[in-house]
Each structure stands twice: as C-alpha cells, then as structure tokens.
C-alpha cells in the first residue's frame, strides 16, 4: 500500500557515479508518467492499476470505510435490532426512503460498502504481492557494490595506512559482519547492507491489514450473539428457540451452533459494606454445571465479569444479575394456580427492581369465572423506613416486595406482542380493599395478601437470583488479533529501523600507502548513519592506523581532495564524528 521514496535526493540518485549503490533501498513502486497521447486500452488498464495500487488511492478507501461505518454505528441497523428500524422508519417518514435506497439500514452488507472494501483488499494485494518477489529477490542477492566515487555519498570519511589492502578489507568485513550487516568483497571494496527488517516490518503491517480486513469480514458473516436470562436452578440449551434475543451474520445457519448446555447452580454477589465505596460491587460469579454436546460430561465452572466460559467456539459471558422473587397464587378455592420465580429488571445501582407477574390460565375468582390475573411487583432488597421508592443497598439485607393486582383479560390473545416486564391494562380492573381504595401491599418473604371477597391469595415466599449471559460465537477473533499485534510491531519496525549501506575501499596510493576510505548512504535523512559510520572508522582505525606521510609534497598533489575528510596532520586518523561530504546532505 504506502509508497516511499530514499532519502537520497533526486539529481544524487541520478548521479551515474553512484550507479547501483542507491538503488533498491526500498521496494516501493516508482511512479512513472503514463505518456497519455499513447495509451491504448492496456496502457490505460495498467494506468489504472497503479493508481489502484498507489498510496493515495489506499488511503483514501481506508478513510471511505471509516466514513461508512459511521452510519452502521448512527442508524438502527435491520439485522441488530429491527424494532428500532421500524420505529425509525414511523417517526422519520421523509428520511426512512432515502436510507432504504441508500442501504444505510444495512450498511455493511450493501453494496458500496462492499465495493469498498473489495477495491481495499485488491488495492492492498496488488502492491504487496511485487513488493514480496522484490523484497525476495534483494535477500538472495548481494549489497551493491561501491560506486566508483565514495566522496558523493552523504556520510564520508578516509585515512592513509601502512597495511595492506587486503588485510584491511579483511578487517571491514570481519567488523562489519560482527555488526550484523550483510557483508561481501566486490572488487577493492567492502559492500555492506543493513536494515532489513525495515522492510520486512513494512510488509508484514500491510499483510496484518489483510488478515485483519479478512477476519472482520469473516465474523461478520459467520457470527452468532444472543443473550438469555437464566433463574438459579434452572438451565439452558443452545438453541436459538432458547435465547431471549438473537442475532446472526448473513451466512450464519443453526447448524453453525455449538452444542452444549449449562444449568446455573448459584449466582454470588458480594458488595462493599461501608466507606465511600459502599454498594459497590466487589465479587459478580454464576456456578454453572456445563456439558458439550449430546453426551458430554458435565464440568463445573464459575464465570465471573470478563471471564467467559469457553465451550469450543462459543464464550459465555456473565453481563448482569437481578432478583426473582418466588411467587405462589392460589384461587378461591386455596388451588395453587401459578408459582414460579419471577425475574425483575434492576432500575438502579442498588436493585432496585420491577416487574409483573402474569397468571393466563387456570384462575378462577370467587364466581367460578375464569380470569386473567396481573400482579405489577416492586421489590426493594433492603429496604430501610422512610425510604419506601428505592433500595438501601443491593443486598437481600431486608427484602421487601410492594405487590399490586388486576384481573381481567391481558391481552396477551390479542395476537399484539408485549413485553413479559409491562402490563396491558386497558381491560384489566383493580382489586379493592375494605375501604375502597386499590389494593396495595409490602410482603416480606413467607407473607401471604389476601384477595378481597375470596378470590383467592398471593404469597412471596423466597426470593431467587437472576443472571443474564451473552453467548457468542465471533470466528475470526485469534486472526483479528493476531493482525492487530502484527501490524502494530511492523509499523514500529518500519518507523523506527533505517535500511543502510556502507562501502570500505582499501587500494594503494601513488605513493605505494594504502588510502582507506569508508562511506554510508541511508534510506532517509538521519544522523544514525552517519554517527554509526564515525563509529565503524574509528574501530577499524585502530586494527589498521594511520601512517605518516613520507612525502607531504607528493601527498598533496597526489591525493583526491576531500573536503568531507578531516584534516591530517603527520599521522591521519579518521574522524568519528563524520561530517557529511561536499554538496551532500547528512542522512
């Protein structure tokens, strides 16, 4: 995808004394232009494909996707919550239209969405496929030779010495390979490369792109979410006729579900009991018996907040708990009618909580008339006097249930769906009390609220706990992960690690003195090369030293002007500090 240039200026890496020295410090495409009075259909073809496969044109689809999957988090989306889709639709009559024609009720299986991400994904293949062979072929090659004038390269240094050439290019490409370059004899020179994994980390962030776009996609398509709340004592089977509420990818079937069960064996909430923090919850954990597939074993383990249960590819995570107070309703008669826990929603950090009991079938009042029976619930788990409308604490400390009934008919024939949490009570009739007003009262657990004129009673006898799970199956999450660490160790490596060569010629001089000269060419301007140069010089300076000059006359006619080089004096020693060559720019 990116697209970079060396740091060498443009009129050095023309320069034809350079030759093949600044070449191929990076695998980036270079950008020609297309000579347009000459394109045919294939030239306008291959135009088109290096754009496609040009920075530009990948940042810019990056930044497309971004902005399209602003919608998908603004609008109520048709496969996450179709309710609200229609609510929208209801309240925005003008603007509902438009979204259908644009897909923004379903951003990311639409067309241009899709179409965006396709050209990203070929945008991104298409420049790191070359660029891999490239890469490739540079590692089964050699570093460049020296180009036949050192003093044009940015980082330059030389000195004269008594050895030999050949000991003193034996001594560079000992140190050089000691310093972990690349290093080989090319003539009278030592050529050395070092950096790679500038490139390597380049490649590897644009391939993490790729698995990470793939992954995303992949559990997109494929995943599985619904949420399903559990009474303790009673269990679940994973089955979407189970869950309270599910959603899927587009290519996700039933078949797709992994098979497996759990019963909840206890839900523990434990709270800070005074201080500043008081309420606050210290321990969330369900107990769960669990078992995989038709005939597995069951295991048991506790699921705590961000700490799911793992059943194959499913996780089950543990998001909030509630109370369920034990219900028991008999008829006229003393015949038990209805009994079972009844899960109420919290309202507030303390659980505070509401809810309704509905008794459809098998109540009679007093008559012999069958009713339907409708029991709004209010419960408070500590309740403390003069606090009668919310909770204390979110403890059981002292529990008490406000319970107020109807009877009547529901509604719940009518074909209409309701919420199992509201009561519909436009036929429905209040109970009265001795003195004419609705019936209303607190029960504490083992009370028993009489219904006026016999019809029956309604008794709180315990109270149970609640937790709600998140079941998930999201394929792809290892691989999003693993792009993601991959990607972001790749960008550091391709920031931070400067690909390098240095070149170390050793010959003799018309004085029959060996005349060393070392240079440094980096990929970009820093002053990593040429510090590291000074530093290579002045080891390499003392295994071969300089050596005084026999003839300053002949010596200064005879050797090239440098005006990179340090001066020398009697005894020339090279300058650590390197100070970049004539007319060249420090890298």
């Not at 009991?273 to 383990?301: H, I, V």
Request: charged share 20%.
């Amino acid at each position: 995808m990116s697209k970079t240039t060396t740091g060498t200026p443009p009129e050095r890496a023309e320069d034809p004394d350079l030759g093949a020295a600044g070449s191929q410090l990076s695998t980036a495409p270079r950008e020609e232009l297309a000579n347009l009075p000459a394109l045919g259909v294939i030239g306008w073809a291959r135009w088109f494909w290096r754009q496609l496969t040009s920075m530009r044109v990948a940042l810019l689809l990056l930044l497309l996707l971004s902005l399209g999957a602003i919608p998908g988090s603004l609008i109520p989306q048709s496969g996450i919550d179709e309710t609200k889709v229609a609510d929208f639709r209801k309240s925005h009559t003008f603007l509902a239209p438009v979204y259908d024609k644009l897909g923004l009720f379903h951003v990311y299986s639409s067309v241009w969405f899709s179409a965006i991400y396709i050209l990203l994904f070929v945008s991104l293949i298409g420049c790191i496929v070359p660029r891999t062979w490239q890469f490739i072929g540079q590692l089964r090659g050699r570093p460049p030779g020296a180009p036949k004038r050192l003093t044009r390269l940015p980082a330059y240094t030389t000195w004269r010495t008594g050895t030999e050439p050949e000991q003193v290019r034996e001594a560079a490409l000992a140190l050089l390979k000691k310093r972990r370059f690349r290093a080989h004899l090319a003539g009278d020179a030592v050529a050395a490369e070092k950096g790679y994994l500038r490139e390597v980390g380049n490649l590897a962030f644009h391939i993490a792109l790729i698995v990470m776009l793939i992954a995303f996609a992949w559990g997109q398509l494929f995943k599985s979410e619904g949420n399903k709340l559990v009474v303790e004592g009673d269990g679940f089977s994973n089955t979407t006729t189970q869950y309270d509420d599910f959603k899927s990818g587009n290519l996700f079937t039933t078949d797709d579900l992994v098979p497996f069960s759990f019963h909840l064996d206890k839900f523990t909430g434990t709270y800070e009991a005074s201080g500043p923090n008081k309420g606050t919850p210290r321990t969330y954990q369900a107990a769960l018996t669990y078992s995989q597939g038709a005939y597995g074993k069951d295991k048991k383990d506790l699921v705590k907040v961000n700490e799911p249960l793992e059943i194959g590819d499913a996780k089950v995570y543990l998001t909030a708990h509630g109370y369920a107070p034990v219900i028991t309703v008999r008829d006229g008669k003393g015949n038990v009618v209805y009994r079972d826990a009844v899960p109420l929603l919290p309202l507030d950090s303390n659980v505070t909580s509401t809810g309704v009991v509905k008794v459809l079938d098998g109540y009679k009042n007093a008559q012999g008339v069958s009713e339907q029976l409708g029991i709004s619930a209010f419960l408070l788990p500590t309740y403390t006097p003069g606090s009668e409308t919310a909770s204390t604490f979110p403890a059981l400390r002292n529990p008490v249930l406000n319970l107020t009934p109807y009877h009547g008919d529901l509604g719940v024939d009518s074909g209409i769906p309701q919420s199992v949490y509201q009561l519909d009570k436009a036929h429905v009739k209040e109970f009265k009390d001795s003195k004419g007003q609705q019936l209303r009262d607190n029960l504490r657990p083992g009370q028993t609220m009489q219904l006026p004129n016999g019809a029956g009673s309604i008794t709180y006898e315990t109270t149970r706990q609640w937790a709600n799970f998140q079941i998930v199956q999201q394929p792809g999450t290892s691989w999003a992960l693993a792009g993601s660490l991959t990607a972001i160790f790749g960008l550091a490596a391709s920031l931070f690690i400067q690909r390098r060569r240095v070149w170390v010629r050793a010959v003799k001089g018309a004085d029959g003195v060996t005349v060393v000269e070392m240079a440094g060419l980096g990929r970009s301007e820093s002053a990593k090369v040429p510090e590291e140069l000074g530093d290579l010089a002045g080891i390499l300076y003392d295994q071969a030293s300089g050596a005084p000059d026999l003839d300053e006359h002949s010596h200064d006619s005879d050797a090239e002007p440098d005006a990179g080089s340090p001066d020398q004096d009697d005894t020339t020693t090279p300058d650590t500090d390197v100070v970049p060559a004539e007319g060249a720019e420090t890298q």
